[in-house]
């Protein structure tokens, strides 16, 4: 007999039933974890967000930003110790991340705000 859902080949004695279907051992536990599926959308987001690692430099610059409500470039700096071109590399990371955004401030001149923050 078939499993339903894989359509191998599976002897009587493995068959599990899971929501009214016949499924082999490797189904069924499948079925029981639906965290561990073979969804591309899942694998993808899953390994999109392993690539969203931070390093030490970009969690200064999102904590400043997030304790500040923005930031400017010379605080960035300040709080990084990078100079500005290692500075923009990581800013440019982030943004490209969508974890914060290049915003005017009132009073004119350039800061950064977290990306979710449309204020
Ligand atoms: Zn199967």
Redesign the pocket.
């Known amino acids: 007999m078939l ?1 339903e ?2 359509n ?1 080949p599976m002897e009587p004695e493995e068959e599990r039933e899971f929501g009214g279907r016949k ?2 051992e ?2 069924y536990i499948d079925a029981l974890s639906p965290a561990k599926t073979c969804d591309p959308w899942a694998t993808y987001t899953a390994s999109r967000l392993d690539t969203q690692e931070l390093n030490p430099a970009q969690e200064v610059i999102l904590k400043l930003i997030a304790q500040q409500g923005h930031a400017t470039l010379a605080e960035l700096m300040k709080a990084t110790g990078l100079d500005e071109a290692a500075l923009m590399r990581e800013i440019a990371a982030l943004r490209h991340m969508e974890l914060i955004r290049g915003a005017m401030m009132p009073g004119g001149g350039r800061a950064f705000k977290l990306f979710k923050d449309q204020g």
């Open positions: 499993c859902q894989c191998s499924l082999c490797d189904c």
